[in-house]
């Protein structure tokens, strides 16, 4: 088994404005989501064969009861932050932060917290 890599960091910008929502240098890292490897690999073959069908769907982050969830959607949230990946966007609820990584079974992503050192390893 192979360790994953750190984590890719992106920045958002608004849903609604297109306008930067970065935060005051004091706060900036809180506002950061981040990517594993297998996480963006994932996320990137997930976004392309959904544009195929419908060239307006995105892959969205948002909570729930338990916890985080993504899912397929063409309609955004006014408090939806556009997230630019390594070939894929993907819009994340406002507030959400942390690292999106990958557990087993069944390649499932998940929003580790920001500063949580845990990262899945790929299995070969």
Not at 26 to 35: C, E, G, Q
Not at 55 to 73: A, I, Y
Not at 83 to 98: A, I, K, P
């Amino acid at each position: 088994m192979r360790a994953a890599t750190g984590p890719r960091v992106a920045r958002g910008r608004s849903a609604v404005s297109g306008a930067s929502t970065e935060p005051p240098r004091a706060s900036r890292l809180a506002r950061v989501i981040a990517f594993t490897e297998w996480a963006a690999e994932i996320l990137t073959r997930t976004w392309e064969a959904a544009r195929r069908f419908n060239p307006e769907v995105m892959v969205r982050l948002r909570r729930t009861s338990d916890g985080v969830e993504f899912l397929l959607t063409d309609e955004r949230a006014e408090t939806d932050r556009l997230v630019e990946g390594d070939g894929f966007e993907l819009l994340v609820e406002d507030g959400l932060e942390g690292t999106v990584d990958v557990v087993e079974p069944h390649d499932r992503l998940v929003l580790r917290p920001s500063g949580d050192p845990e990262r899945s390893v790929r299995p070969h």
